[in-house]
């Protein structure tokens, strides 16, 4: 599956395609065409009945070092989304972890081989589920003029400065809330020393010192809006989510040096005792011209969250439509009622669904 990765576990082209106007007279639609385009695996599929219309699919969150299959695999949503008409061009991204920026690149440099071999395409949109939300909406700030519009599922439509604190919070809080956790490095989730650890790693640690502090690791849940027996899987993904952040960028792109915290229980301790870390200017610039969203839209977006999805927490959900409502986005995204639970829970009539919402 790669809509995205379970936070608890988180343990093409050979010959030319039929064109639009030209189904085969057979509804078996033709074999997917896969390759690699500067490094990063893809995936082709056409319908033998297609509408002219191109999904360029953005997958979600993949662990480094997850093993890969020799040829890219269709996302689960794949098969509804032919059965509609449309045809999918799926990219692997040139790279694992947090790969966003890899991820917009090669959407891109896929985008133009599919239109290189089928250049009668009527539209092409892109469509995001969880990291790949925040791939759909970098793509449709950056490349307006290829798209009629785009639908990120269950996103993590943040800036990267935004995500990059977040992830930062959640480790500098869980090393002052659970100290000298036993199998985790002495100097805590957030040091470098935790950079090279993969969350299957992490997670029976981090789990064994909340289940020891019941009380804290609540405090911890409420203030990170997850459920309490997610915890662990949170703290676990967030960390290789912010040691690649801090990879990619050459530095420590965030700071908390002025950073005031509320909502840790005794505050006042809280505040005391958390490590504080400078940011290195350029990381930070580095991670914003990588991962810095605008806001400012000129094509349609829709956007659609999942119930109880303990990835995606409740205060994600308003940052990029306040974003593009202080930009003057035009026109604004349109956001769809939660279907679905947990993390990217969408029915595939639903995925489908909320592409078609997306306005003409």
């Not at 896969?34 to 893809?42: E, I, K, R, V």
């Not at 999904?55 to 269709?74: N, Q, S």
């Not at 309490?228 to 676990?236: F, I, N, P, R, Y």
């Not at 002025?258 to 940011?279: E, I, P």
Request: charged share 15%.
């Amino acid at each position: 599956m790669r809509r995205s990765i379970s936070l608890a576990l988180l343990i093409a082209l050979a010959l030319p395609l039929p064109g639009w106007a030209k189904a085969p007279p057979s509804d078996a639609p033709p074999p997917a065409q896969t390759g690699q385009l500067q490094g990063a695996p893809w995936r082709i599929d056409v319908p033998t009945r297609w509408n002219g219309e191109l999904v360029m699919l953005a997958h979600g969150f993949e662990p480094a070092g997850t093993p890969r299959a020799a040829v890219w695999p269709a996302n689960d949503a794949t098969p509804a989304l032919l059965k509609a008409g449309y045809a999918v061009a799926q990219s692997g991204y040139a790279s694992q972890g947090w790969a966003v920026s890899d991820a917009i690149a090669d959407t891109e440099r896929l985008r133009q081989h599919f239109l290189s071999a089928h250049p009668r395409t009527r539209h092409s949109w892109v469509l995001g589920f969880s990291m790949g939300g925040a791939v759909a909406i970098a793509t449709l700030e950056r490349y307006p003029q290829h798209y009629a519009g785009g639908v990120a599922l269950c996103g993590a439509n943040l800036p990267g400065e935004v995500l990059a604190r977040e992830m930062l919070t959640t480790l500098l809080a869980f090393d002052t809330l659970f100290p000298s956790a036993a199998g985790l490095p002495a100097d805590g989730l957030a040091s470098t020393a935790a950079a090279t650890l993969p969350q299957q790693a992490l997670y029976p640690a981090i789990e064994a010192a909340v289940q020891s502090r019941p009380a804290l690791a609540a405090t911890l849940a409420a203030r990170l809006e997850v459920p309490a027996d997610q915890l662990a899987g949170t703290v676990s993904l967030h960390a290789p989510i912010w040691h690649d952040l801090v990879r990619r960028s050459g530095g420590v792109p965030v700071g908390n040096r002025a950073t005031v915290y509320a909502g840790f229980g005794d505050d006042a301790a809280f505040n005391a005792s958390v490590r504080r870390v400078d940011a290195d200017p350029a990381a930070q610039a580095r991670l914003r011209r990588q991962l810095g969203l605008s806001g400012a839209l000129q094509r349609p977006l829709v956007i659609q969250y999942n119930h109880d999805d303990p990835t995606i927490s409740a205060r994600f959900e308003g940052v990029y439509t306040a974003l593009a409502a202080s930009a003057g986005a035009t026109p604004p995204p349109t956001v769809l009622p939660r279907a679905g639970e947990g993390h990217c829970g969408f029915a595939d009539s639903e995925v489908v669904r909320a592409l078609q919402a997306v306005p003409r």
